[in-house]
T-cell receptor
Framework: AQSVTQPDIHITVSEGASLELRCNYS??????LFWYVQSPGQGLQLLLK??????LVQGIKGFEAEFKRSQSSFNLRKPSVHWSDAAEYFC?????????????FGTGTRLTIIP | DTEVTQTPKHLVMGMTNKKSLKCEQH?????MYWYKQKAKKPPELMFV???????INESVPSRFSPECPNSSLLNLHLHALQPEDSALYLC??????????????FGPGTRLTVT
């Protein structure tokens, strides 16, 4: 069965500083990987995804992530954070074909931005 | 229109009540999902409908009964719930792309409180 580990429960970053959120996955085949963001009491918004091809993927809001098979990692990065980036971030691995796909989420990383 | 809508936003119900949650999308997506998210936890998959047929049931108790009347609509019927069922219930939809990849779009959720 697939699993996702997000080692950092809470990260605090100064506005304008760079950000890296860690994600490690466990899956027997080529993984489908996702990063979602959730503001308090809201649904999840997809930031980016990796299915195949280029291991560096670009997403919305200036985020990018790099898939490293050798390290089973899919870390999320942003060169300069904004106060509006404060939220909960979830990494997820997808298994199964369309219509039967199951997303397994990590426990999340809460991002706080300080002025 | 890239939106998944959910009604109601909030619901308070007693343990003997019967209520329903509604989810709607008009993106032409043919797979729809119900997730349950407890406070400070990641979403957990409950059900998947593919082409209006139930394809995954993650061993959810029978007091939760999903229904997919058509390709745009997904309901979750609730009956005789327990206080521990209080959570944010998220609906999502997805469509397969030409590349074979997919991504799930989430609604804002229904905050359910069982008293």
């Amino acid at each position: 069965a697939q699993s996702v580990t997000q080692p950092d429960i809470h990260i605090t970053v100064s506005e304008g500083a760079s950000l890296e959120l860690r994600c490690n996955y466990s899956y027997g085949a080529t993984p489908y990987l996702f990063w979602y963001v959730q503001s308090p009491g809201q649904g999840l918004q997809l930031l980016l995804k990796y299915f195949s091809g280029d291991t560096l993927v670009q997403g919305i809001k200036g985020f990018e992530a790099e898939f490293k098979r050798s390290q089973s990692s899919f870390n999320l990065r942003k060169p300069s954070v904004h106060w509006s980036d404060a939220a909960e971030y979830f990494c997820a691995v997808g298994a199964g074909n369309f219509g039967n796909e199951k997303l397994t989420f990590g426990t999340g990383t809460r991002l706080t931005i300080i002025p | 229109d890239t939106e998944v809508t959910q009604t109601p936003k909030h619901l308070v119900m007693g343990m003997t009540n019967k209520k329903s949650l509604k989810c709607e999308q008009h993106m032409g997506h043919r797979a729809m999902y119900w997730y349950k998210q407890k406070a400070k936890k990641p979403p957990e998959l409950m059900f998947v409908y593919s082409y209006e047929k139930l394809s995954i049931n993650e061993s959810v108790p029978s007091r939760f009964s999903p229904e997919c009347p058509n390709s745009s609509l997904l309901n979750l019927h609730l009956h005789a719930l327990q206080p521990e069922d209080s959570a944010l219930y998220l609906c999502a939809s997805s469509q397969v792309m030409r590349t074979g990849s997919y991504e799930q779009y989430f609604g804002p959720g229904t905050r359910l409180t069982v008293t």
